[in-house]
């Protein structure tokens, strides 16, 4: 292998190293919520150096690499997704720690019926496994199983749309609840941003495997087929 592939091979186990640890911070404070565990709670937010620790780590090595090597075509398109990823990976890594401070904020227990009734502990569920694909698609780079995230996504956001109705049920069910449904509304909207980032990655795993942006690109669609209309 040349040197400039070396480094990017080295690049790739970092971003997967900070992907798994990121993937477990939200699998962490899911069962901390579930479990009502305060000290699995604690144990995310130390992590979370370790998140920001890693973020710092590959952006300086991608500064390296563009420095010593100046890479065109693939190489160059795969660093460029590599500085994205890494944001986004360390964004999800942030939105886990803000689940765990709830948990460690909160004075009550997070009612199991009030969290399947709102649909939030299936949609922590299925924001996980989109996390855990875009991995895999990012290692194998699959871009149909990338692609297969943006569709995978309408279902947390189809739960965030249905939240504030949900939400409001358990509040009129019981008004006593109204402090934890605030927390459960507040986790809808983290994990449906979890989603979005997801996506987010998504798009730079085909931009930098086919050449292709998809940035804006359904927006510009539905702008385009307005102005037919008119």
């Not at 899911?30 to 979370?48: G, P, S, T, Y």
């Not at 904020?105 to 496994?129: G, H, K, L, P, W």
Request: glycine fraction near 2%; include cysteine; hydrophobic fraction near 45%.
């Amino acid at each position: 292998m040349t040197p400039l592939e070396i480094e990017i091979n080295g690049l790739k186990k970092e971003l997967i190293s900070m992907w798994i640890l990121v993937q477990s911070q939200l699998n962490k404070a899911k069962e901390a919520m579930i479990q009502f565990d305060k000290d699995l709670a604690r144990e995310v937010l130390i992590k979370e150096k370790r998140v920001n620790s890693f973020e710092l780590k590959i952006d300086r090595d991608c500064e390296n690499i563009f420095a010593l090597h100046c890479p065109v075509a693939i190489d160059l398109r795969f660093l460029l997704a590599a500085l994205k990823i890494n944001t986004n990976l360390e964004r999800i890594g942030d939105i886990a720690a803000s689940i765990a401070k709830y948990v460690v904020d909160s004075s009550v227990n997070f009612d199991q019926a009030a969290m399947e009734s709102t649909s939030m502990i299936r949609m922590y569920e299925e924001a996980v496994n989109i996390l855990i694909d875009t991995r895999t698609a990012f290692e194998k780079e699959d871009t149909v199983l990338a692609r297969s995230i943006f569709k995978r996504d309408d279902v947390l956001d189809n739960i965030n749309d249905a939240a504030p109705t949900t939400v409001a049920d358990v509040i009129k069910a019981d008004i006593d609840s109204l402090p934890e449904a605030l927390y459960i509304l507040s986790i809808i909207r983290k994990l449906e941003r979890v989603g979005d980032q997801s996506k987010n990655i998504a798009e730079e795993i085909i931009f930098y495997v086919e050449a292709k942006i998809l940035k804006h690109y359904e927006s510009g669609r539905e702008d385009l087929a307005d102005e037919e209309q008119q």
